[in-house]
Every structure is written in C-alpha cells, then in structure tokens.
C-alpha cells in the first residue's frame, strides 16, 4: 500500500490534485492506516495514470467520468469512447487552426515593424491599435 506521496510520485499527479479527484468521484476514497493515512494500491495507481494521461491529452473531467465509467465494463462497445476522443480530436483541431491564424496575424504585425523607430511611428503599436486592419478574425 502507498502513501499519497508516494501516489503522487509514480503518478505525476500534485497530492492536492489527487485529494480533488476522490473529493469529485474520480478516484474511490482510499482505505486508512490505523494512524488515519490514506493507502493506495495498484489499482489506485492505475486509475491515476489514466486519468493523468487523459488530461494530458485534453480530455475534460466529465469525458474522462465517462471513459472511466465504460473501462470498468469490458463488455460495452466503445462507440463512447470513440465519440469522445473525436469530439477532442476536433476540439484540439479548432485550437490549432485558431492559432495558426494568431501566427500568421502576429507575423504581418511584426513584418509591419523593424524596431528602428520612435514608438509613435511602431507598426507594431498602429496595427495592434486598429483591428479593422487584419486580415481575418482571430
């Protein structure tokens, strides 16, 4: 059995964060040492580092609930879970199509400047003053 620092530890996961995910349901309440300790077994350990990696991929707490919740019964489908990493895959997507607009707007905005004259003439300051002048929403 572990101690929620050593859970903490082989999980990557900050103990405050642990102790909110049993507050919430994720993780079940840990069992007690006779000195009141929380104790973690390999399970415990397990189930931290699926909800860890899911986060890690972007996946919110209710997703990650509901992928927990059908992990736990081998013998339902996985249309779920495809649904949900595709919902996040098109999340992640939208992001990434977002800040590729950002890059190509502060790309022209730096393009617009040298550096080499007095703020009131910057065109870095101009463009950021007049958003009528980009080139696309952002």
């Not at 996946?59 to 249309?79: K, M, N, Q």
């Not at 393009?111 to 003053?129: I, K, R, S, T």
């Amino acid at each position: 059995m572990l101690a929620i620092g050593t859970l903490s530890q082989r999980t990557g996961v900050k103990v405050p964060t642990i102790r909110y995910y049993e507050e919430i349901g994720l993780l079940a309440p840990p069992g007690r040492s006779a000195g009141g300790q929380r104790r973690y077994g390999a399970d415990d350990v397990a189930r931290l580092r699926f909800i860890r990696h899911a986060r890690d991929l972007g996946f919110g707490l209710e997703a990650i609930r509901s992928l927990l919740d059908l992990a736990a019964h081998p013998d339902r489908f996985c249309a779920e879970a495809n649904a949900l990493a595709m919902a996040q895959l098109r999340d992640v997507q939208a992001r990434v199509a977002r800040l590729r607009r950002l890059e190509g707007e502060l790309q022209r905005i730096v393009a617009a400047c040298d550096g080499g004259h007095p703020a009131a003439e910057c065109g870095v300051l101009d463009a950021l003053a007049d958003h009528d002048g980009c080139t696309g929403p952002h």
